[in-house]
């Protein structure tokens, strides 16, 4: 428990010593969110429909690249490689990571949704609290997504790549840009296993008005279990013996 | 326990498609300083990860303070400097430390003898990033004596540094010796050898000689090590051929 939180906190000083990271994982959703608006201006139901999920899905986006890169330079500067040589065992190095960015995720979805609900009127039928308990579910979601896919790149060239590859087909598929049931059969098949269709499912029902219902409580349940399958998955490619 | 902190018998280790150590014999006596000395490319880096147990081994055995090498125990008693300084750029040089001493398990006590040692005080919050690369690879060494562990393996620890430094070091190196640490060191410059206890001398994966300064000097009949080390190139080759 000692060397997670040593870890987390190292994670953080490392962000502290980079303020244009910062600066741009915490300004950056909120710009996007004042475009949205903006570019819906006459259609405000447009907006109010967009809002809540895409505040719950910056930081899954963030939070995987971040995490893919960050974790690809452990492994190329030869931290990683000591670490492993320490008592340090790998679920403090990942459960580290995780709180970290839970800790950076949840600032930025406290900011979006100060803005969206402070300032430019958005609404959800349930509190903005469970929205932004769901964003960070979302960023530790990403993280351990973006640590998995960190193991298949080479190089910060690559590593970049996999948020095109990896994400951008889940954005477009998760029902965000065309309901799900509008989709081609094959496409909802694909659809229905990207683990992003579960988030934006849960987000969509965050701002109805109607009851939560089961099928909520099984999205978080997928979130959650891909979380840890990922983590699991990616501790495996954390090798202490390598070739 | 034995006198030996480090045993390895008839290990062999293939990369790529390339065996870089043909079945290496030897021991490292405990509380000595041990230099592993030889050309780039002659396998010494790869033999320290099997000490530390981050190789993959293709046969044969190594017991570091007896028991296999890579138990987890080993872990809390064995430091690892790494060629390449593994640290953050983007921390100063405390951050670093405070985070290994924490991983490491002990105090923030250690940090300032561990700083003196190497050499960096006053440059305590410098972020690493912006160190010279003597420097950075002296903070890298630093994480590694934070636990005072029993066996030291260190790859190329003095690579850079100015002579005084390099003189400090080897000085530093003792010390933690007599305290009753075993240090394995790596080397590619044949001048360090005269600063060790013991020498092992390794060539395109294969062990050429191991003993004293003295020993190794007496058996070639050779004024230098340097002359030595071609000696016994020379010696080996005449017995392939």
Known sequence: MRRTGATALRVLRQLRHDPRTVGLLLAVPCVLQVLVHELFDDRPRVFQSLGVPLLGLFPFVAMFIVTSITMLRERVSG?????????????????GYGLAFAVVAAAQATLVSLLSFGLLGLESGHSAASVVAMAIANAVLGMSLGLFASAFARTEFQAVQFMPAFVLPQILLCGLLVPREEMAGWLQ?????????????ALARLASDAPLGARFWFDVLVVVGVTVLALVLGAGTLRRRTP | MSSAAISIRGLRVVRGAREVLHGIDLDVDAGMVTGLLGPSGSGKTTLMRCVVGAQVVAGGAVTVLDLPAGEPVLRERVG?????PSVYADLSVLENLWYFAAILGVGRETIAEAISVVGLSGLERQLAGTLSGGELARLSLAA???????????DEPTVGLDPVLRRDLWGTFHRLAERGATLLVSSHVMDEADRCDRLLLLRD????ASGTPEELRGRTGAADLDAAFLALVDEAGA???
């Open chain 1, 189 to 201: 098949a694909i659809s229905a296993v990207l683990p992003l269709t579960y988030a934006y499912d």
């Open chain 2, 144 to 154: 590694a004596l934070l636990n005072a562990p029993d066996l030291l393996v260190l």
């Open chain 2, 205 to 208: 994966g294969h062990l050429l």
């Open chain 1, 79 to 95: 931290t990683l490689e000591r670490l492993l040589t320490t008592p340090l065992a790998r679920f403090d190095l990942l459960a």
């Open chain 2, 80 to 84: 690892y400097q790494t060629q390449a």
């Open chain 2, 239 to 241: 017995g392939d051929a």
